[in-house]
Each structure stands twice: as C-alpha cells, then as structure tokens.
Nanobody, 125 residues
Framework: QAQLVESGGGLVQAGGSLRLSCAASGRTFSTYLMGWFRQAPGKEREFVAGIRWSGGQIYYVDSVKGRFTISRDNAKNTVYLQMNSLKPEDTAVYYC??????????????????WGQGTQVTVSS
C-alpha cells in the first residue's frame, strides 16, 4: 500500500504563487511516475504535470507550461508543484497521484494506482 498526502493549497490572488507538496509513504517510488491532476467543479479531472522518479522526465499540460514547475526530492519521497502567475481558471482541487507501472502514459488518470485526498486551490480575480 501507499499513502499520498498533499499540502500547500489555499486562496491566492491572480498573479500570485503557491507551492503544493505531495509526501509519499508506504513503499519505494524510485521507479514510478508521479503526477498532479486537478478537478474544477462540474469538470473532469485533468492532468497538470508529471515526473518520473528515475530519469526525471517531466510532462506538462499546455495550459500551465511556463507557469508551473514540477520537481521531486527522492530522499524525502516528495513531489512539488510550484505554481506561479496563477489565474482564476487554475481554481480546482489538486490531486497527487502515483503509478507503479513503468510505461504509464503520464496524462492518463486511469493508469495511476494511488491518489491523495486533494488540496483546494482558489485563485481570486
């Protein structure tokens, strides 16, 4: 089993920044893929960013490129999402996810095996 715990959400004005953290425990993630997803009210959960533990390949959805940065700390089993230049349309519950499959397609939420409880991010205009 694995547990993922997100933190760092909150309320911020447009143009501001937040950093989300996802602490993983319960198993070793050195060969897994970690992802961030978000879900706004009435919308489907969408991929935001992903990073592979080994190799460090990084993936972003087009709408956050240049504004968000995903990173990892292998020693702490923690993944971060630095969000800059936030916009009202970034408002959502943000979820951390982990995949135990080597060839996971990063933006496919159905290929992830573990999920955190989510953290609310609200961007006011």
């Amino acid at each position: 089993q694995a547990q993922l715990v997100e933190s760092g959400g909150g309320l911020v004005q447009a143009g501001g920044s937040l950093r989300l953290s996802c602490a993983a425990s319960g198993r070793t993630f050195s060969t897994y893929l970690m992802g961030w997803f978000r879900q706004a009210p009435g919308k489907e959960r969408e991929f935001v960013a992903g990073i592979r533990w080994s190799g460090g390949q990084i993936y972003y959805v087009d709408s956050v490129k240049g504004r968000f940065t995903i990173s990892r700390d292998n020693a702490k089993n923690t993944v971060y999402l630095q969000m800059n230049s936030l916009k009202p349309e970034d408002t959502a519950v943000y979820y951390c996810a982990a995949s135990i499959a080597m060839m996971t397609k990063p933006d496919d939420r159905y290929q992830y095996h573990y999920w955190g409880q989510g953290t609310q991010v609200t961007v006011s205009s």
